[in-house]
T-cell receptor, first 113, second 113 residues
Framework: AQSVTQPDIHITVSEGASLELRCNYSYGATPYLFWYVQSPGQGLQLLLKYFSGDTLVQGIKGFEAEFKRSQSSFNLRKPSVHWSDAAEYFC???????????FGTGTRLTVIP | KAGVTQTPRYLIKTRGQQVTLSCSPI?????VSWYQQTPGQGLQFLFEYFSETQRNKGNFPGRFSGRQFSNSRSEMNVSTLELGDSALYLC????????????FGPGTRLTVT
């Protein structure tokens, strides 16, 4: 069965510092992997996706993620965090042929000045 | 292109009533998926419609149902509302079936009293 683990419930970083949000997945075949961001009271915005090919994927807002099959991980990174990045971040896994995504429980990011 | 729209944005209902939520996908998108988001259970997949047919269904009781119209607009219905149905209901559209990137609407916040 598919599942996604985001081990960090809440992370606090200083503005300008680097960021890494962890995501581990469990899936029997090659997964489709996604990172979404949700601001309070809003829907989810797609940051980036991995389907195949280059394991380092670039997304919007300066985010990138690296797919590591051996570690079943898809960690999200940003070299320098901005105050506007404060939000909740969700990792999700999907299967080919189906549009039902399995989401992690989310990581809430707080950015301090 | 206009994004995914959901109406209404907020809704208050009483236990035992029924409710219908509406979702208009991005123009040209034929796949619509619904998700429930609660603090306790996180984001959970409800069902997906593609070309007016339900293609996939999550683990929810039969009180939760949906449909899709020929213009790809979708509605979901919850009958005999329970307090536990209070949640943010998110709709997502995709240009094709198969766990490709999904674009989310702002959600409908349902409160059951």
């Amino acid at each position: 069965a598919q599942s996604v683990t985001q081990p960090d419930i809440h992370i606090t970083v200083s503005e300008g510092a680097s960021l890494e949000l962890r995501c581990n997945y469990s899936y029997g075949a090659t997964p489709y992997l996604f990172w979404y961001v949700q601001s309070p009271g809003q829907g989810l915005q797609l940051l980036l996706k991995y389907f195949s090919g280059d394991t380092l994927v670039q997304g919007i807002k300066g985010f990138e993620a690296e797919f590591k099959r051996s570690q079943s991980s898809f960690n999200l990174r940003k070299p320098s965090v901005h105050w506007s990045d404060a939000a909740e971040y969700f990792c999700a896994v999907g299967a080919r042929g189906a549009n039902n995504l399995f989401f992690g429980t989310g990581t809430r990011l707080t950015v301090i000045p | 292109k206009a994004g995914v729209t959901q109406t209404p944005r907020y809704l208050i209902k009483t236990r035992g009533q029924q409710v219908t939520l509406s979702c208009s996908p991005i123009s040209g998108h034929r796949s619509v998926s619904w998700y429930q988001q609660t603090p306790g259970q996180g984001l959970q997949f409800l069902f997906e419609y593609f070309s007016e047919t339900q293609r996939n269904k999550g683990n929810f009781p039969g009180r939760f149902s949906g449909r899709q119209f020929s213009n790809s607009r979708s509605e979901m219905n919850v009958s005999t509302l329970e307090l536990g149905d209070s949640a943010l209901y998110l709709c997502a559209s995709s240009g094709r079936q198969g766990a490709y990137e999904q674009y989310f609407g702002p959600g409908t916040r349902l409160t059951v009293t």
